[in-house]
């Protein structure tokens, strides 16, 4: 396995794609340590420091690199027997093609994060993730704060969140203009049918309203007419409470309740 530090700063990065790679090995070793022994599933190999330092940790490792340029030349520079590189979308993968895989370990790009922590929580698969620290602050808010939001209910509902720790700008090439986090995500298991997590973003798309005219406000949203939406909300408790300050519990709680009086 090669040194690629000169090599990436010749490469023009895809700001469409959101490309920043990872520059700072003793990150990719802090991340990997969370393989150790495991079966891990990486999404955008980028240059590859990452997905070297996965190797030696490791029990496997299959990593994704939609990128063409970059799949290839990782084919020629980065060998072992422990990876299996796959060149495609991350989110066109077969059960088959991820396997059994124990944990992601991913620098993953930003605009994608909340597909991400989706994806995971729909698999109750466990995580290593780098994300903006933005992100991650929003995946952590409690209820009240400024950054509480659908993902902050998301993630508490589906994952234990820890953050590792912050990651500068400097680690990556190009800079980004923001500053990164790392986070662990352990899940719960917690099974969140699809109508009541569609009654969650409604929910939360009108955070700041009484819970009643939340739900109003959700009719065209959620496929229910004025009428029946009224004799909804008045079977969900008290009807002045604001999403915003609910509790994830809370608000799974009245959104299984709307979610099974919405006729199909």
């Known amino acids: 396995m090669g040194d690629y530090g000169a090599s990436v700063k010749g490469r023009w990065a895809n700001k469409r794609e959101g490309q920043h790679f990872l520059m700072d090995r003793s990150i990719a070793e802090i991340e990997a340590a969370y393989g150790e022994g495991r079966r891990v599933l990486e999404m955008g190999s980028g240059m590859g420091i990452l997905t070297e330092a996965l190797c030696k940790k490791a029990k496997s490792v299959i990593s994704v690199e939609k990128d063409r340029g970059l799949f290839e030349r990782l ?95 400097t680690c990556f090439h190009p800079m980004p203009h923001v500053d990164s986090a790392i986070v662990y995500l352990v899940p719960k298991k917690v099974k969140i049918a699809k109508r009541a997590d569609e009654v969650i973003t409604a929910l939360m798309n009108h955070k700041k309203k009484t819970l009643r005219n939340a739900l109003m406000d959700s009719c065209r949203t959620l496929g229910v007419g004025k009428e029946e939406m009224s004799e909804i909300s008045a079977k969900v408790g008290e009807g002045s409470q604001r999403p915003l300050h609910m509790n994830p519990e809370e608000i799974l709680e009245v959104a299984e309740i709307v979610a099974k009086r919405i006729r199909a």
């Not at 991820?98 to 605009?111: Q, R």
């Not at 589906?158 to 912050?166: A, H, L, P, Q, S």
């Open 75 to 169: 084919e020629y520079t980065l060998i072992s027997d422990k990876l299996r590189l796959i060149n495609k979308d991350f989110f066109e993968l077969g059960d088959k093609e991820i396997g059994e895989c124990d944990i992601m370990i991913s620098n993953i790009p930003y605009k994608l994060s909340s597909k991400v922590v989706s994806w995971l929580g729909a698999r109750s698969m466990p995580a290593v993730l780098c994300v903006q620290k933005e992100f991650a602050e929003h995946m952590t808010a409690s209820p009240g704060s400024k950054s509480y939001s659908r993902l902050s209910v998301e993630s508490e509902l589906r994952f234990k969140v820890y953050k590792v720790r912050d990651v500068p700008p």
